[in-house]
């Protein structure tokens, strides 16, 4: 719990001290240091709103409360939605997206995969430079469509490694990097209901490589706890 505060709180002074700064220079500041503050006080935003919905999620998923709601989607669709979305916070970055031979219509629960895949490509970009480019591609392999997230950045020490999965647990090279350790844990948690897997292979100094692993049909979920 004090960890999820600390997290928690390190947005909201910084989403209070930018609204402060405003309100007090607002007859002497620019437009363009209007727009500047305005910017840091959205992505501090956005911070917060991930931060919640993690949270929210995996009290869920420890209670057993996420269900499957499946329903047809387009796979193809969805990854270009989620990674426009995510890339468009950092409009810079290298990024390289490569998409073949998938499936029209898959059956699952498209929010929730929707969650998984954001929060694996949240990480790639947060454990890595704005100039250090991120490559997703997505195929699909026997029944299985198989989502990769490419990174060049921090990596995982092979020690860290066995554990990345569990709850709360963050990696050495990572404790100044703000996070609550429940990302990938719930991301893995999702896939499992889907019948799917989450797979992890990274080197420290060298990139991670993360595989969501989504069956072409799932329509009942499985049980599974955190």
Known sequence: ????AHQLRTPLSTINALAQGLIRRADRLSTADVRAKAEKIWRASLRLDELVETILSYTRATSGGIVLNPSEFNPEDLIRRVCREQIGQEPDRPFRLQMRGLPDIVIGDPVLLEQAIVIVLSNAMKYSRPDQAIAVTARKRASMVRIVVQDHGIGITERDLPFIMQPFFRGQNAKKVPGTGL???????ILKLHGGDLEVESLESRGTKVTLIV????????????
Do not use: D, R, V
């Not at 719990?1 to 999820?4: N, V």
């Not at 069956?215 to 955190?226: A, D």
């Open 183 to 189: 990302g990938l844990s719930l991301a893995w948690y």
């Open 215 to 226: 069956p072409e049909t799932n329509t009942t979920g499985l049980s599974y706890s955190i």
């Open 1 to 4: 719990m004090a960890l999820l």
